[in-house]
């Protein structure tokens, strides 16, 4: 079945960028999307990119498609603390009827003031 | 809209009870999802439903664990009886029909978190 990857922790100095690495197994994905869960809440929808992108940028997010290596990253520019949180790579697509969503195991970032 | 509601947010009960989880999804919404998220195993679907009728329950782990969806308000997760490997934290998430080519965006819960003692 489909399989996302994803490392399980990140620390970073406040100020600088943050790049969360994420793996997929399904070629045929047709989005891909990074959601955020801070502490003792749900996860909520931070970015998502189409997969005929490459590129996405919003304000200080960028996000990195490479189709061919199945690789997605999230670059957090100017991390702040309030980024602290936990970061998880999903997919979805027709393998999971386009409504099921894969989620990755989430990357726990920590930012040190 | 006030979003995913879930009740209760923290339960703790002992080994063999029953417990009962709530979600009340997105007014609107025609999928409900559950997961289960443990720090060993991360985000497991158990089960969703669309249009109050059980899609894929795959994922639910065990005879011992049910969900319903009632009407489309309202759905619950039950686990009877509740074993301590059950301890976790418990999302219910809600999505709108996307067609084929349109993003899925599911919208969380704050999530139950269950202790089994």
């Known amino acids: 079945g489909e399989d996302v990857e994803q490392s399980l922790f990140l620390s970073v100095r406040e100020g600088d960028s943050s790049v969360i690495n994420c793996t997929y197994t399904d070629s045929s994905s047709t989005y891909l999307y990074w959601y955020k869960q801070e502490p003792g809440a749900g996860l909520q929808l931070l970015t998502y990119?189409?997969?005929?992108?490459d590129m996405k940028q919003d304000q200080r997010l960028t996000v990195l498609l490479n189709k061919k290596d199945k690789h997605l990253s999230l670059r957090i520019a100017d991390t702040q603390t309030g980024d602290s949180a936990i970061y998880f790579c999903?997919?979805?697509?027709?393998?999971?009827?386009?409504?099921?969503?894969?989620f990755g195991i989430g990357t726990k970032l920590q930012v040190i003031p | 809209d006030a979003g995913v509601i879930q009740s209760p947010r923290h339960e703790v009960t002992e080994m063999g009870q029953e417990v009962t989880l709530r979600c009340k999804p997105i007014s609107g919404h025609d999928y409900l999802f559950w997961y289960r998220q443990t720090m060993m195993r991360g985000l497991e679907l158990l089960i969703y439903f669309n249009n109050n009728v059980p899609i894929d329950d795959s994922g639910m782990p065990e005879d011992r664990f049910s969900a319903k969806m009632p009407n489309a308000s309202f759905s619950t997760l039950k686990i009877q009886p509740s074993e301590p490997r059950d301890s976790a934290v418990y999302f219910c998430a809600s999505s709108l029909t996307s067609g084929r080519l349109a993003k899925n965006i599911q919208y969380f819960g704050a999530g139950t978190r269950l202790s089994v003692l």
């Open positions: 990119i189409f997969s005929n992108m």
């Open positions: 999903a997919e979805s697509g027709p393998s999971g009827g386009y409504q099921k969503v894969t």
